[in-house]
């Protein structure tokens, strides 16, 4: 039997590892648990009062608590003591993490593409899309409410690090539908979405903090500004004015893709298994993020304009002739650096440019506190086409052959 690999931690397990926490219900006799902090879970910055861990056998789906003799179904990771999606040890799970350079659009790009997963993308697939814990719903419900009803954007993501609590990924389960032809037994995709902060790959210990993370990924969505790909601003002909004074700055430092894609990377050669001379196994999607903010300098029938088909399986000619399409654009825009470095290192990856937004949102005004959305609302472009693709090189979903 595989390892099971915790969508909280990102360490592994064998099943019958898995721990239980207590109901805390009263039994019979009048005895029951009484809440307290966790000791593992404190340790992680979350104080929070919990039930005792009870211990039992993984592979089944309960266990008796010794204290107060009630039946524990609640399994948690025998690491990190996270409560884990029900079934856990059943379901076929797959990992897809997410990475990315600082204010490359993480926080807005997790927050739309969860949103068009669970409203759009699910229908399409006829699957369910749901958070997987009682966090992940209330803060992905926040930052929804902040994106889509007051239009406002995301400040800088802290470091993890830094801030009251440890932070933790945002973990969705997505589940297709048992109506569906083309599939024997019921899948289960655990996302777990880690919001790197851009300084983290900077830092040694971020570096170390992400080998950690990246290792126990079953699929890996690099997300890349090419505002910050140097020379590009200018050579497009856009007006440096209408851009992101940061990004032009970010890019000037040094933070461009290639180097970004280089420290990527180097971590990656540092999962145990891969080292500096092997290639990376894991498939890897190499996302551009804000794609229209290069619109206006591509012409009407670039593919980078056009909208994804809405097939429920994965498109597989429509994406491949886009790949190729960015392909040549690096070609032209940097020399083909980045297609070197990844054909060099990794024996799966392909290119996408998505935008979350669809428009680029206005700067910031001087008695405004947080940047807002463009007026004309968010129109997410292609943003779900990594995480198909990558469901798709993990045999989730169909691939389609037109
Ligand atoms: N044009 C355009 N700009 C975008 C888009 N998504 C994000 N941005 C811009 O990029 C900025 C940073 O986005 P975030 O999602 O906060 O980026 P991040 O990677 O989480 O940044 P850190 O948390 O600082 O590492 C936003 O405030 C927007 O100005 C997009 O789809 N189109
Ligand atoms: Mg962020
Ligand atoms: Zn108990
Ligand atoms: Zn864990």
Same mark, same amino acid.
Request: charged share 20%; net charge neutral; proline share 8%.
């Given at each position: 039997?595989?390892?099971?690999?915790?969508? $909280?931690?990102?360490?592994?397990?064998?099943?019958?590892?898995?721990?239980?926490?207590?109901?805390?219900?009263?039994?019979?006799?009048?005895?029951?648990?009484?809440?307290?902090?966790?000791?593992?879970?404190?340790?992680?910055?979350? %104080?929070?009062? *919990?039930?005792?861990?009870?211990?039992?056998?993984?592979?089944?789906?309960?266990?008796?608590?010794?204290?107060?003799?009630?039946?524990? +179904?609640?399994?948690?990771?025998?690491?990190?003591?996270?409560?884990?999606?029900?079934?856990?040890?059943?379901?076929?799970?797959?990992?897809?993490?997410?990475?990315?350079?600082?204010?490359?659009?993480?926080?807005?790009?997790?927050?739309?593409?969860?949103?068009?997963?669970?409203?759009?993308?699910?229908?399409?697939?006829?699957?369910?899309?749901?958070?997987? &814990?009682?966090?992940?719903?209330?803060?992905?419900?926040?930052?929804?409410?902040?994106?889509?009803?007051?239009?406002?954007?995301?400040?800088?993501?802290?470091?993890?690090?830094?801030?009251?609590?440890?932070?933790?990924?945002?973990?969705?389960?997505?589940?297709?539908?048992?109506?569906?032809?083309?599939?024997?037994?019921?899948?289960?995709?655990?996302?777990?979405?880690?919001? +790197?902060?851009?300084? &983290?790959?900077?830092?040694?210990?971020?570096?170390? @903090? =992400?080998?950690?993370?990246?290792?126990?990924?079953?699929?890996?969505? *690099?997300?890349?500004?090419?505002?910050?790909?140097? @020379?590009?601003?200018?050579?497009?002909?856009?007006?440096?004015?209408?851009? %992101?004074?940061?990004?032009?700055?970010?890019?000037? @430092?040094?933070?461009?893709?290639?180097?970004?894609?280089?420290?990527?990377?180097?971590?990656?050669? @540092?999962?145990?298994?891969?080292? %500096? =001379?092997?290639?990376?196994?894991? %498939?890897?999607?190499?996302?551009?993020?804000?794609?229209?903010?290069?619109?206006?300098?591509?012409?009407?029938?670039?593919?980078?304009?056009?909208?994804?088909?809405?097939?429920?399986?994965?498109?597989?000619?429509?994406?491949?002739?886009?790949?190729?399409?960015?392909?040549?654009?690096?070609?032209?825009?940097?020399?083909?650096?980045?297609?070197?470095?990844?054909?060099?290192? $990794?024996? +799966?990856?392909? $290119?996408?440019?998505?935008?979350?937004?669809?428009?680029?949102?206005?700067?910031?005004?001087?008695?405004?506190?947080?940047?807002?959305?463009?007026?004309?609302?968010?129109?997410?472009?292609?943003?779900?086409?990594?995480?198909?693709?990558?469901?798709?090189?993990?045999?989730?979903?169909?691939?389609?052959?037109?």
């Amino acid at each position: 039997m595989a390892r099971l690999t915790c969508p $909280y931690c990102y360490r592994t397990f064998a099943e019958k590892d898995m721990l239980f926490r207590c109901s805390g219900m009263r039994s019979a006799d009048g005895r029951f648990c009484e809440p307290a902090p966790d000791p593992v879970r404190v340790a992680l910055k979350d %104080p929070m009062v *919990v039930l005792p861990v009870v211990e039992g056998n993984g592979r089944k789906l309960s266990a008796v608590c010794k204290a107060c003799g009630n039946t524990a +179904t609640v399994q948690i990771c025998p690491h990190c003591h996270a409560q884990l999606p029900v079934h856990y040890g059943k379901l076929d799970t797959r990992i897809v993490a997410m990475i990315g350079a600082k204010f490359s659009g993480k926080s807005v790009y997790t927050t739309v593409l969860m949103h068009e997963l669970i409203h759009r993308v699910g229908r399409r697939f006829d699957a369910a899309v749901v958070g997987a &814990d009682e966090r992940t719903r209330k803060e992905f419900g926040n930052e929804e409410r902040a994106l889509y009803t007051e239009g406002v954007l995301p400040i800088t993501t802290q470091p993890a690090n830094v801030g009251e609590e440890g932070r933790q990924p945002f973990v969705f389960k997505f589940s297709l539908g048992e109506r569906r032809r083309f599939r024997s037994t019921l899948k289960h995709t655990v996302l777990s979405f880690f919001d +790197t902060a851009g300084e &983290d790959l900077e830092t040694a210990r971020g570096v170390a @903090q =992400n080998v950690g993370y990246l290792a126990g990924a079953h699929g890996i969505i *690099v997300l890349l500004d090419p505002l910050t790909i140097p @020379q590009l601003v200018p050579t497009l002909g856009l007006d440096p004015g209408v851009l %992101p004074a940061r990004a032009q700055r970010q890019a000037a @430092q040094g933070d461009s893709p290639i180097n970004i894609l280089t420290r990527v990377t180097e971590v990656l050669q @540092q999962v145990p298994g891969v080292g %500096p =001379n092997r290639m990376i196994d894991v %498939p890897v999607a190499i996302a551009f993020s804000k794609v229209d903010a290069l619109w206006e300098a591509l012409p009407e029938d670039s593919p980078l304009r056009q909208p994804a088909p809405d097939t429920p399986w994965f498109p597989e000619s429509d994406s491949l002739a886009l790949h190729h399409y960015v392909q040549a654009l690096l070609q032209e825009w940097e020399g083909g650096q980045i297609d070197q470095l990844l054909h060099k290192h $990794y024996r +799966t990856y392909r $290119y996408f440019g998505l935008s979350a937004l669809g428009a680029v949102p206005p700067a910031l005004e001087p008695a405004q506190q947080r940047q807002r959305i463009a007026k004309s609302g968010i129109q997410p472009h292609r943003v779900e086409d990594p995480f198909l693709w990558l469901l798709s090189r993990l045999k989730v979903i169909e691939t389609g052959r037109d």
